[in-house]
């Protein structure tokens, strides 16, 4: 079975861990070069700039984890240059710039995954695997809890797109993923609770995000920029046949039972520690499908979908009422292309 | 320490549990007689008519257990006889004849109690307890799980009121106990999934209501007419300064690990079982209020409350629209009474 | 069906509890009086003598409640009175003293049961229920945690008979009721490390025993007379097919997380609360056995092999050796009598 | 920080994960070679002969994973040669041969690591790490449950030194880390009730162990060869200020309800999984000591203590009494050397 050889772009914190997987964990697969300004580390092979990464006649996939504003471009170097693509996400702010290159990827024939980690999570894996076994029946509800431990800089805030398209757009996918189905309403409230510099960067830091499904069936997402206690990732699904949920995990089952009461440990601080499996097998997915020449199990579509309940989302606020994905797709998408390319 | 004499009107379920909390459960306090031309068991007081028994000379406070729609004409008997009130709730299912009965009770000088029993429940009393001694900070978020083991009779259905004001009135109660501050506005989302009796009812089985606050903070409960792993009675609070949240009460805390997986206990199968010790301290308080001559721990305008954040939740299923209470307060209730009544 | 008329001796914190579910609880009896010098609230029964009480005409059965020392001596005055008798455990700390009142109690042809209440524990019979149904497969060990929230007064401990006596003794009647076999060797550890009155007392409070049954099965008890955190009432059971557990009770079911951590309730602070339902259950039992002339749950016998096993655990103590029950039994019941009573 | 060169012998299941862990996980370690004459995959660096790997002038230090019946001649070769040594457990089932080899280690001034990975595992550490903070206060108990879910093949029990000191060793020496004491006097009951092969090979395969440490205070142990559930591996610590305890860590959290029951995870499978950290840390903590030049954090004596307790329980077996480590350091190591060694 061959090696499929790939570089990797940025290698900031995500970027590392690709590194590292890609280097020790997974089969099949060789890195022949990196691609960072600022990483002056030696990690056993070349640093080269991105459009000597792209061009390199032996590089068969690029692994995108630069700054969101260089994403775009990259993937349309890569289409160009016939390379596949795995891109963290978002792939774009723009909806616009989004669907040029989803068209360029798809003239050029190359392979787009986003990187929607959370997916291989073991613990939302099991809760999709109990849905598509009917241990769940017919699935009535949908609840995701996603807090981060705190909110990032006021730099970062600003450059994000806001918390919808930053941070809740991992639960949007995780709403599609687990369900199986499309999202038709969106209607959300919110409000800056956490952090002076949310405010500042006009944005939000808590929020409940309702979703009607296209078949009447119902999400909730609940956020918040700020868990004192850690990093927050629960999940429940409820249907006909019964009710199941994930917990957070944490470091260790300890509990500790003394005179003011009984005391265990904190999740995970962070989706570094939290996600380590999910970064994983995402990376090992993405290799497997490149060598099997099998479709990847995120497309850009599955970005294009996210970002439009995001949106969404951002306009549910800022109207206070319900808004449709359709409107939004047929205003941000245009009818023709929607009905071609979301409403499959 | 003086008795407190009573009468109980309706021996269905709740007037039963009631009734023997009154008997053997809870000091200075007496029944003289109850009154169901339905009920044949002999219980050691006399069975006489309502009527009777409101205007019988010993008896200082009517515990009301029959059927809804003999609510309001009751309390207006006891106001006129001048007994004190425990009323199960809902007061009535239109607001004009709440409004007329609280004006009555008002005039009359009689106490009025609402029977929203699980505020007395130690689950959400600990939570209650946390919020007001800060250890959750600035609350943010308050989630609320209330589902019921299986939907009632179409019978029942029929003239319940819709799911809102019979089974969420207590949810809305709850958003409004736990957090001490009055709901602004309502959006809610829901189906009708889980029987043909719903559905000729004309009602909804599950729902996701959004309340915001008048300060911005939200709830948001979810229902369900039928889990069907039992009577799922949650919630969760999220602030500042940390995250609480009560589960379920089960018949044991047995796990049983085989070779098939770990194994334990459903919730305690309905609100006979699971609110126990709620309706035993419900009724506690209310005598000893009595006793003391205090103020009751949960008035009529709380029943009024909570059916307002109610009809707000249907308009907005009706017109798939934010909805807030000043709106529902200004057309049902009238705005000079809005603001005499409601908005202290 | 008819009314079992019985009378209470000793109202102590033990006695009271009989008292009020026999009054308020359960079915189908009536008691007819107290007995109880230093009790003087007016329970609504006269409080006689314990002699009147039971030589009263009407009463049929006997609720024991005094101080151990006196016992056995109610028990024969019972025998020879034909009245049932319900005696709070133990029989008395005098194998022959016990010896000579079962056989009263056996020629009177009168009912005997022991109050080994938590027989009666919703998860304790949960656990008997798995085994007996054979979930857990051929059973291999029984794991018994027992812990006491404080040491009781020197007092107490000087007249208690010690620790295995007063306080395992309910652990070793579990060992024999949960498997379902007896006992055959016993051998334990133990230390005086909790309190000066324990070491005063020339007692322990703190011991691990193990059993080993006939068939070479095990169990293992570990004891301790202080738990900062609480009453500690845990199982488990391990067998061929599975291992179940039951955890402690909690008053409620909150967890906090902040900070510091995730904080939750302690166990229910001792007996009162912890049994509230095995001491109705109990008394239940022993009310429906009298009315429908039932052989009682618990017998004489099972007392008699538990305090065997309590004083084989006290010879392994001062030996520092196995010893066998059969030894315990010969020794102080007598060979004949082992093989007529013990080994059936 | 300069690199410390290793090499492997034995590639079976541990050299394995060793291998993994020193080549992708662990910083300044380089594998210059490995040794397994039925291992003919290619994992980058030479397969030579374990005496040449011994001799190999470049290697620092040997891993030992190769079969148990080689320990010790290999630790002798690697002392000659004057390389430390990481060795897997046991040391050798011979004390003898456990003593020479210890006495050449001593003389050589080589390091002499012994394979106890899981005190490095997260929940014991962390158990660990509360007692020595003292927040367990006076320490009175420790309960440990090991039990694995298959008993090994006959061939393997042949060759194992029976369950004490194939698998209770690792309870043994976990009981000494976890109390930071010596253990002074053994008891044991045990059976063979899971399978032909384990009574074929003459073995045990369930116990319960308890210790007595020589300051008085307590330690219970229980295994089985066969939970049908899984791998369990639990430990719970009991003091004067309070308790803890440790659970089952599980592949996922999600919990099932539907209408026959909860259902949970089972625990991790087996070592491979359960102990996944625990080997990387060890085998850091190895490297680390030595690029450091401090001691190893376990030591042969540390192997040798397990290894006296296992005799201790072996013959507490056999003799059915209590058998003190005093006895059997003196009969198997002699008086003198007990007192250099042992007693410290």
């Given at each position: 079975m061959k090696n499929i050889k790939v570089g990797v772009i940025g290698m900031g914190r995500i970027g590392k861990i690709h590194f590292d997987n890609l280097k020790n964990q997974i089969e099949h697969v060789e890195v022949l070069a990196i691609s960072d300004p600022f990483f002056t580390k030696n990690v056993g092979v070349p640093n080269i700039s991105s459009e000597e990464l792209i061009q390199h006649k032996d590089i068969e996939a690029v692994i995108i984890c630069s700054p969101t504003d260089t994403h775009a471009d990259y993937i349309s170097l890569c289409a160009k240059a016939g390379k596949h693509v795995f891109?963290?996400?978002?792939?774009?702010?723009?909806?616009?710039?989004?669907?040029?290159?989803?068209?360029?990827?798809?003239?050029?024939?190359?392979?787009?995954?986003l990187g929607f980690n959370r997916r291989f999570d073991p613990n939302f894996q099991k809760i999709r695997s109990l849905v598509?076994?009917?241990?769940?029946?017919?699935?009535?509800?949908?609840?995701?809890?996603?807090?981060?431990?705190?909110p990032p800089s006021l730099e970062y805030l600003k450059s994000s797109g806001g918390m919808f398209l930053d941070m809740t757009?991992?639960?949007?996918?995780?709403?599609?993923?687990?369900?199986?189905?499309?999202?038709?309403?969106?209607?959300?409230?919110?409000?800056?609770?956490?952090?002076?510099?949310?405010?500042?960067?006009?944005?939000?830091?808590?929020?409940?995000?309702?979703?009607?499904?296209?078949?009447?069936t119902m999400a909730v997402i609940d956020n918040s920029r700020k868990a004192i206690y850690g990093y927050d990732q629960r999940l429940e699904i409820f249907g006909s046949?019964?009710?199941?949920?994930?917990?957070?995990?944490?470091?260790?089952?300890?509990?500790?039972?003394?005179?003011?009461?009984?005391?265990?440990?904190?999740?995970?601080?962070?989706?570094m520690e939290r996600y380590t499996m999910s970064y994983k097998v995402e990376m090992q997915k993405f290799i497997e499908a490149l060598v099997?020449?099998?479709?990847?199990?995120?497309s850009g579509i599955d970005g294009l979908k996210a970002m439009m309940i995001a949106l969404a989302a951002q306009l549910s606020i800022a109207e206070n009422r319900p808004v449709t994905i359709k409107e939004i797709s047929e205003e941000k998408v245009g009818r023709e292309y929607t009905e071609q390319i979301i409403v499959k």
């Open positions: 891109c963290e996400k978002p792939h774009d702010l723009s909806v616009n710039r989004v669907l040029e290159t989803l068209q360029e990827v798809r003239d050029s024939g190359v392979k787009l995954m598509q076994q009917g241990e769940i029946g017919d699935v009535h509800l949908l609840k995701i809890t996603s807090r981060d431990p705190a757009i991992h639960d949007f996918d995780m709403a599609r993923f687990i369900m199986g189905k499309e999202v038709g309403e969106v209607y959300a409230v919110a409000g800056a609770f956490t952090s002076e510099s949310v405010q500042e960067a006009n944005d939000i830091d808590t929020a409940v995000i309702t979703l009607k499904y296209e078949d009447g046949k019964g009710m199941a949920k994930v917990d957070n995990n944490k470091p260790d089952t300890h509990v500790l039972y003394n005179e003011y009461g009984a005391h265990g440990a904190l999740p995970l601080n962070f989706f099997d020449d099998q479709p990847l199990p995120i």
